[in-house]
């Protein structure tokens, strides 16, 4: 079965630049989560949807970032405009969940490492 | 508020050895999820296991071994007889019950490094 597909892998790009990042959950799963991790913060929960309706987003830094879901099966975070400081790795993560709370585990793409220069 | 802690940043052992994960957490809620991660070189966080806290009960699986106390607020792991391919970061994390708890609050995570 594919697990989280995340893309691109990796992305370098300057600095006032729009960046996206994507990723396709696995089928069936009805929360998707993104999730940043840098050395200083460690791993920090973004945002994330329950059936496709962002539920806390409390963890997104400004009005630079913005996520979508527009389906069940694709999701996007986007940064405009990209600043040195949010390089990092970025993860999406989906989980069977809903009416349990966090009880299922959530399996996690590959990640995007971000660069801005 | 939620809180992770994993005082170890860094643990560093010798193959065959067992290592223990430290992991302490805060929550306010009575039920909760706790969980650990592996996090290889290759940087893909890989789920290793998931306890409720209603469950103390510990668990095994292969060289690896979980002891979940609720009286001290700590979920530790331990890996028997570590091998090279046991080296990565692991992360210890804790969600709550109820729609909208679902998110992971993660430990800052303990580096293990096992030499051959």
């Known amino acids: 079965d594919a697990g989280v597909i995340q893309s691109p892998r990796h992305e370098v790009t300057e600095m006032g630049q729009e960046v996206t990042l994507r990723c396709k959950p696995i089928s069936g799963h009805n929360s998707l989560f993104w999730y940043r991790q840098t050395m200083m913060r460690g791993l920090e929960l973004l945002i994330y949807f329950n059936n496709n309706v962002p539920i806390d987003d409390s963890g997104m830094p400004e009005d630079r970032f913005s996520a979508k879901m527009p389906n069940a099966s694709f999701s996007t975070l986007k940064i405009q405009p990209s600043e040195p400081r949010d390089s990092a790795v970025y993860f999406c993560?989906?989980?069977?969940?809903?009416?349990?709370?966090?009880?299922?585990?959530?399996?996690f793409g590959d990640g995007t490492r971000l660069s801005i220069l | 508020a939620q809180k992770v802690t994993q005082a170890q940043t860094e643990i560093s052992v010798v193959e065959k050895e067992d290592v223990t994960l430290d992991c302490v957490y805060e929550t306010r809620d009575t039920t909760y999820y706790l969980f650990w991660y592996k996090q290889p070189p290759s940087g893909e966080l890989v789920f290793l296991i998931r306890?409720?806290?209603?469950?103390?009960q510990n668990e095994i699986s292969g060289r690896y071994s979980w002891n979940f106390q609720k009286s001290t607020s700590s979920f530790n792991f331990t890996i028997t007889a570590s091998q090279v391919v046991d080296s990565a970061v692991y992360f210890c994390?804790?969600?709550?019950?109820?729609?909208?708890?679902?998110?992971?609050?993660f430990g800052k995570g303990t580096k293990l490094t096992v030499n051959p």
């Open positions: 306890r409720n806290s209603f469950d103390e």
């Open positions: 993560a989906s989980s069977p969940s809903g009416t349990g709370g966090g009880n299922q585990p959530q399996h």
């Open positions: 994390a804790l969600s709550e019950a109820g729609y909208g708890s679902e998110k992971l609050v």
